[in-house]
């Protein structure tokens, strides 16, 4: 394993070098996939200084391994299903229901938490730079470009600091451009790549999204989840 991470936002300082070439268009946005992909996503979206929102995707679990991926949902009815751990494992369609029912639900729940009554930003026509905290089996991340697709941007950009080899060759024919520095063939779990994945919160996501509208400052009632090392940390 090469030097691990700091954190995810030195990921995204990291990754905001490489993107450089996409700084100050108007062209471009940034979308991270809640919620560990939001604060990598900030730090690029700051650096370039252009817009950040986020792509509300689900993983859909394996019930005995739920950080395994047997698929992921997006908003607008998308669903991709990972034949190959499926067969694996051996789990049946009403299974694939029952965890995809529940993902729905948490899916509509963070839509509300994290959005408000603010609208999404209008993809068509413009770059976007799809970001995660990192890429295991892809199938969040193919769901997520589905999504993007859909609404007719005029690139898909793909930016991680961490993927699996066999999910970085599944995803770069998909999209224009794929960012990724560290790719391994034994990948294991994301946070083995970092030295500190503590969870996101939900308002850690919506303090990053808000910031957005404060000039790339965090606004004055960040939450007390936040911790201080974490605030220092976001206005370096």
Not at 106 to 116: I, N
Not at 166 to 176: G, Q, S, T
Request: contains cysteine.
């Amino acid at each position: 394993m090469t030097q691990k991470l700091r954190n995810r936002i030195q990921a995204g300082q990291l990754l905001a070098i490489q993107l450089a070439e996409y700084a100050n268009r108007s062209d471009v946005l940034v979308l991270g996939l809640p919620r560990g992909g939001v604060p990598v996503a900030f730090e690029i979206a700051r650096a370039l200084n252009v817009p950040l929102d986020i792509c509300l995707v689900r993983k859909l679990g394996v019930p005995e391994q739920p950080e395994l991926a047997m698929g992921a949902i997006a908003m607008a009815g998308v669903r991709i299903v990972n034949e190959d751990v499926v067969k694996s494992w051996g789990i049946s369609q009403d299974t694939i229901e029952a965890v995809t029912l529940e993902e729905e639900q948490e899916l509509a729940r963070r839509d509300r938490a994290y959005r408000g009554s603010q609208p999404s930003l209008d993809l068509s026509n413009r770059i976007v730079i799809l970001v995660d905290d990192g890429i295991a089996t892809g199938a969040t991340l193919r769901a997520a470009i589905a999504v993007v697709r859909s609404q007719h941007p005029t690139a898909i950009v793909v930016a991680a600091p961490v993927a699996s080899t066999i999910a970085y060759n599944a995803i770069k024919p998909n999209v224009d451009r794929m960012f990724c520095p560290i790719v391994s063939a034994e990948l294991g779990a994301i946070g083995l790549w970092y030295k500190d994945f503590s969870q996101t919160t939900d308002n850690e996501v919506r303090t990053l999204l808000s910031a957005r509208n404060h000039n790339w400052g965090l606004p004055q009632d960040i939450s007390e989840t936040m911790t201080l090392e974490k605030l220092a940390q976001c206005q370096a």
